[in-house]
């Protein structure tokens, strides 16, 4: 069983080095395929105050397989679904070696958030969003730390569906004007990838109001 | 008596084929193309495209304007492309292949032969680009690739395995006395670590490094490790991904359990033949014949375009695959069933290393529309309800054809055992009658033909299928299809005869029989090659 022992070891080579920040612990202390591992957000970065937690869980044929981790913590970034956390990184896949540890495949999450790889992207949506307009990018994910990862989250409070995706509130605002429900304006801007609207770009416009109709 | 054993099943089998080989395809001559002979780059993959082609409209016209021989001749007739230069090789043969090469090339690189040949798995054993790139940065390039420590102190003699007590490795967390393995670069870890680790990367046939860095673990290092010979299992899944790679020249025979492939060395051309509905049919080593574009057996009289469409859709009628359907997709360059185990949508196929998207089959790069909304899938819809056929008429002309052919599989099934038992009774003929080999062979002539009229029968229902049956031609067709298969009926009961006396009695009936359905499929065959050029049988999703 040298995976348990392994694993035994991580956990205080973890404990042993309470600097890095680094969380990690067995969900249920009977089972030791299933932990859960939190790092903080990187600062200067618009994950900077957030504490993110990630699901691990280990394979039988650990440390030769990589092990299997998602984001439990809602995150925007382009290598990371937005929906399910699925993680979009070449160690925990083909590049796996089992030299690393849970600790530095945390280590190695946390330097994903520092520096995003757009042109590889998990969830495409978000992508685009970065390479287009990295300053609403970067306000967008700001919130989603402050909504999802801070201590005083989102629990209890209303998001406002627009601002949750980075959309300006003007260009709802302007399609509200024309009797459609938000709900449906935020859907198709999400769909379009647009998240600001250039008031002389026609073409566009009747492009959303047409799929608005439908 | 030797020559009792000379004649047994397994001897009469393989001189079928030996046969089969003297007339197809020994001794062609290649009126078009004969540079084609020149040999002396065996792996440089001329990948030619085919819109470089530029003997397009010539083609036709050289064919008929050059003398035709009988086995081109023959070929042409039964859809297959003429003249076709392939060579059946093993893994084994290829990576032998290579190792002679690397010999040869060793001097270029004055450095080991093991080492060299690390480099030419790196470059997918393309030899061109290896020594464009080692013309260009030498040292560079052995510490890219791992063959040499960046470090200037990684001493050779911490290279290889070493006793230890009370050693801790890193990996399994064990404290024991064991033995260890490391390279220069000092990274050691135990014995059974390693073991494991190179275990799990041998199928993939990368280059295995050390756990820690990117110094390369050559085959001597694994075979130490391991104990036994398995660099020749990585070596072995080397050269498999290099066919894999080489599609276009390089194909598995399709037969169970076959290890052969065959190795087209001119592809160019196939394109051009392809348009005017001919298929290069091959055969392997041990004798299974397929053709070389879409895998399948000898499918004429249908193109490989029929033979598809022909073949997606049976699978789609059939309840057993629903499940293939709904949880796996083709690959969309090697076409190899991938089932998705995860939740990332950005899939790596691990037969051709293709990266596409889950949703919309599309290369994976270009990538920029949110993945749970992708347009290709959602035009595929569309165009698939679109689509506007009378569904249950179509369905019921298709039933009908498909249970045609299914039969003809069947029966082509229980061909194939009778071919089995005309070994026994060649053998009875010898030591009853006292008839020579030579003479008894007109049966084994006889089953032959008789498997590849049941082939071409089967086929036939698929082009009918797809043809207009409006068109006077088709109605030709579908007569030429009758007169075959009561052809191949008759043939077939002749050869249910089990009593050597009777069959040497009647042996001159067994020469007619078998010229008739050689007759009458050749006739199919070219009513059916008129039925493609034309544009009466073209492949529709119905």
Same mark, same amino acid.
């Given at each position: 069983?040298?995976?348990?022992?392994?694993?035994?070891?991580?956990?205080?080579?973890?404990?042993?080095?309470?600097?890095?920040?680094?969380?990690?612990?067995?969900?249920?202390?009977?089972?030791?395929?299933?932990?859960?591992?939190?790092?903080?957000?990187?600062?200067?970065?618009?994950?900077?105050?957030?504490?993110?937690?990630?699901?691990?869980?280990?394979?039988?044929?650990?440390?030769?397989?990589?092990?299997?981790?998602?984001?439990?913590?809602?995150?925007?970034?382009?290598?990371?679904?937005?929906?399910?956390?699925?993680?979009?990184?070449?160690?925990?896949?083909?590049?796996?070696?089992? $030299?690393?540890?849970?600790?530095?495949?945390?280590?190695?999450?946390?330097?994903?958030?520092?520096?995003?790889?757009?042109?590889?992207?998990?969830?495409?949506?978000?992508?685009?969003?970065?390479?287009?307009?990295?300053?609403?990018?970067?306000?967008?994910?700001?919130?989603?730390?402050?909504?999802?990862?801070?201590?005083?989250?989102?629990?209890?409070?209303?998001?406002?569906?627009?601002?949750?995706?980075?959309?300006?509130?003007?260009? $709802?605002?302007?399609?509200?004007?024309?009797?459609?429900?938000?709900?449906?304006? $935020?859907?198709?801007?999400?769909?379009?990838?647009?998240?600001?609207?250039?008031?002389?770009?026609?073409?566009?416009?009747?492009?959303?109001?047409?799929?608005?109709?439908? | 008596?030797?020559?009792?054993?000379?004649?047994?099943?397994?001897?009469?089998?393989?001189?079928?084929?030996?046969?089969?080989?003297?007339?197809?395809?020994?001794?062609?001559?290649?009126?078009?193309?004969?540079?084609?002979?020149?040999? !002396?780059?065996?792996? %440089?993959?001329?990948?030619?495209?085919?819109?470089?082609?530029?003997?397009?409209?010539?083609?036709?016209?050289?064919?008929?304007?050059?003398?035709?021989?009988?086995?081109?001749?023959?070929?042409?007739?039964?859809?297959?492309?003429?003249?076709?230069?392939?060579?059946?090789?093993?893994?084994?043969?290829?990576?032998?292949?290579?190792?002679?090469?690397?010999?040869?090339?060793?001097?270029?690189?004055?450095?080991?032969?093991?080492?060299?040949?690390?480099?030419?798995?790196?470059?997918?054993?393309?030899?061109?680009?290896?020594?464009?790139?080692?013309?260009?940065?030498? %040292?560079?390039?052995?510490?890219?690739?791992?063959?040499?420590?960046?470090?200037?102190?990684?001493?050779?003699?911490?290279?290889?395995?070493?006793?230890?007590?009370?050693?801790?490795?890193?990996?399994?967390?064990?404290?024991?006395?064991?033995?260890?393995?490391?390279?220069?670069?000092?990274?050691?870890?135990?014995? !059974? /670590?390693?073991?494991?680790?190179?275990?799990?990367?041998?199928?993939?046939?990368?280059?295995?490094? /050390?756990? !820690?860095?990117?110094?390369?673990?050559?085959?001597?290092?694994?075979?130490?490790?391991?104990?036994?010979?398995?660099?020749?299992?990585?070596?072995?899944?080397?050269?498999?991904?290099?066919?894999?790679?080489?599609?276009?020249?390089?194909?598995?025979?399709?037969?169970?359990?076959?290890?052969?492939?065959?190795?087209?060395? %001119?592809?160019?051309?196939?394109?051009?033949?392809?348009?005017?509905?001919?298929?290069?049919?091959?055969?392997?080593?041990?004798?299974?014949?397929?053709?070389?574009?879409?895998?399948?057996?000898?499918?004429?009289?249908?193109?490989?375009?029929?033979?598809?469409?022909?073949?997606?859709?049976?699978?789609?009628?059939?309840?057993?695959?629903?499940?293939?359907?709904?949880?796996?997709?083709?690959?969309?360059?090697?076409?190899?069933?991938?089932?998705?185990?995860?939740?990332?949508?950005?899939?790596?196929?691990?037969?051709?290393?293709?990266?596409?998207?889950?949703?919309?089959?599309? %290369?994976?790069?270009?990538?920029?529309?949110?993945?749970?909304?992708?347009?290709?899938?959602?035009?595929?819809?569309?165009?698939?309800?679109?689509?506007?056929?009378?569904?249950?008429?179509?369905?019921?002309?298709?039933?009908?054809?498909? &249970?045609?052919?299914?039969?003809?599989?069947?029966?082509?099934?229980?061909?194939?055992?009778?071919?089995?038992?005309?070994?026994?009774?060649?053998?009875?003929?010898? !030591?009853?009658?006292?008839?020579?080999?030579?003479?008894?062979?007109?049966?084994?002539?006889?089953?032959?033909?008789?498997?590849?009229? &049941?082939?071409?029968?089967?086929?036939?229902?698929?082009?009918?299928?797809?043809?207009?049956?409006?068109?006077?031609?088709?109605?030709?067709?579908?007569?030429?299809?009758?007169?075959?298969?009561?052809?191949?009926?008759?043939?077939?009961?002749?050869?249910?005869?089990?009593?050597?006396?009777?069959?040497?009695?009647?042996?001159?009936?067994?020469?007619?029989?078998?010229?008739?359905?050689?007759?009458?499929?050749?006739?199919?065959?070219?009513?059916?090659?008129?039925?493609?050029?034309?544009?009466?049988?073209?492949?529709?999703?119905?």
């Amino acid at each position: 069983m040298s995976r348990a022992k392994r694993i035994m070891k991580e956990l205080q080579a973890v404990k042993d080095d309470p600097e890095a920040r680094i969380e990690l612990e067995f969900v249920n202390e009977s089972d030791i395929h299933h932990l859960k591992g939190s790092f903080l957000g990187p600062p200067g970065t618009p994950y900077e105050g957030g504490q993110f937690i990630v699901d691990i869980e280990v394979p039988m044929e650990y440390p030769f397989k990589p092990p299997m981790m998602k984001f439990d913590t809602k995150v925007y970034h382009p290598n990371i679904s937005s929906v399910t956390g699925a993680i979009c990184l070449d160690i925990l896949k083909n590049a796996w070696s089992p $030299v690393i540890t849970l600790k530095s495949a945390l280590i190695s999450l946390q330097a994903l958030l520092q520096s995003p790889e757009p042109n590889d992207p998990q969830d495409a949506e978000v992508a685009q969003h970065y390479l287009k307009d990295r300053e609403s990018f970067n306000k967008t994910a700001a919130l989603w730390t402050k909504l999802y990862a801070s201590p005083d989250g989102a629990i209890g409070k209303s998001v406002d569906e627009a601002e949750l995706y980075g959309i300006d509130s003007e260009a $709802v605002k302007e399609f509200e004007s024309q009797g459609f429900e938000k709900d449906k304006i $935020v859907e198709v801007l999400r769909r379009f990838g647009i998240k600001k609207l250039d008031p002389a770009d026609n073409a566009t416009i009747n492009r959303i109001i047409e799929e608005l109709l439908k | 008596m030797a020559s009792d054993e000379e004649y047994s099943e397994a001897e009469s089998d393989d001189s079928l084929y030996n046969y089969e080989s003297r007339n197809t395809s020994v001794d062609l001559i290649c009126p078009k193309n004969p540079n084609l002979t020149s040999d !002396d780059s065996e792996f %440089d993959i001329d990948e030619v495209d085919s819109s470089d082609y530029d003997e397009e409209d010539d083609i036709d016209n050289s064919l008929l304007a050059t003398p035709v021989s009988p086995s081109t001749k023959k070929a042409l007739s039964e859809g297959s492309v003429p003249n076709l230069k392939y060579e059946c090789l093993t893994t084994k043969e290829i990576y032998e292949k290579m190792l002679k090469r690397i010999n040869h090339l060793q001097p270029v690189f004055s450095i080991p032969p093991d080492d060299v040949l690390v480099l030419m798995q790196h470059y997918d054993w393309n030899e061109e680009r290896l020594l464009e790139a080692w013309t260009e940065k030498m %040292d560079e390039l052995l510490q890219q690739i791992g063959l040499k420590s960046a470090e200037v102190n990684g001493s050779s003699d911490v290279r290889g395995i070493k006793h230890r007590n009370d050693f801790m490795c890193i990996i399994c967390c064990e404290e024991k006395n064991t033995d260890t393995f490391s390279l220069e670069c000092g990274h050691e870890y135990c014995l !059974d /670590c390693y073991r494991h680790y190179i275990q799990d990367k041998l199928h993939e046939g990368n280059i295995i490094t /050390c756990m !820690d860095c990117s110094l390369v673990l050559k085959n001597v290092d694994i075979d130490q490790i391991m104990g036994h010979a398995s660099s020749t299992k990585l070596m072995n899944s080397s050269i498999k991904s290099f066919v894999q790679k080489h599609h276009r020249n390089y194909k598995w025979c399709p037969y169970a359990d076959c290890k052969h492939i065959i190795h087209l060395k %001119d592809t160019s051309s196939l394109a051009e033949y392809g348009r005017l509905h001919y298929s290069p049919f091959v055969k392997c080593s041990e004798g299974h014949r397929f053709c070389f574009s879409c895998g399948f057996e000898i499918h004429a009289p249908a193109d490989c375009n029929i033979t598809s469409a022909w073949v997606k859709k049976a699978k789609k009628e059939s309840e057993n695959l629903n499940w293939v359907l709904s949880h796996t997709k083709e690959c969309p360059k090697c076409s190899v069933s991938i089932e998705k185990n995860g939740g990332c949508n950005h899939m790596v196929c691990s037969n051709c290393k293709y990266q596409f998207c889950w949703i919309c089959e599309g %290369d994976w790069a270009p990538h920029g529309k949110s993945f749970y909304e992708c347009t290709i899938y959602k035009n595929d819809d569309t165009k698939s309800k679109g689509a506007q056929e009378d569904p249950g008429k179509q369905l019921k002309k298709y039933t009908f054809y498909y &249970r045609l052919f299914n039969e003809h599989e069947v029966s082509a099934k229980l061909d194939w055992k009778l071919g089995q038992t005309v070994g026994h009774k060649v053998k009875a003929l010898q !030591d009853r009658m006292g008839v020579s080999w030579i003479e008894g062979l007109f049966l084994i002539e006889s089953i032959k033909t008789l498997n590849e009229g &049941r082939t071409a029968l089967k086929w036939s229902f698929a082009v009918a299928f797809y043809s207009d049956a409006s068109h006077n031609l088709t109605k030709i067709f579908l007569d030429n299809q009758m007169l075959l298969a009561k052809a191949v009926e008759d043939l077939s009961e002749l050869l249910q005869i089990k009593e050597p006396e009777t069959i040497m009695k009647r042996k001159p009936e067994f020469y007619n029989k078998s010229g008739y359905v050689e007759n009458r499929r050749t006739a199919l065959m070219e009513c059916g090659r008129d039925l493609l050029c034309k544009g009466i049988c073209k492949p529709h999703d119905g």
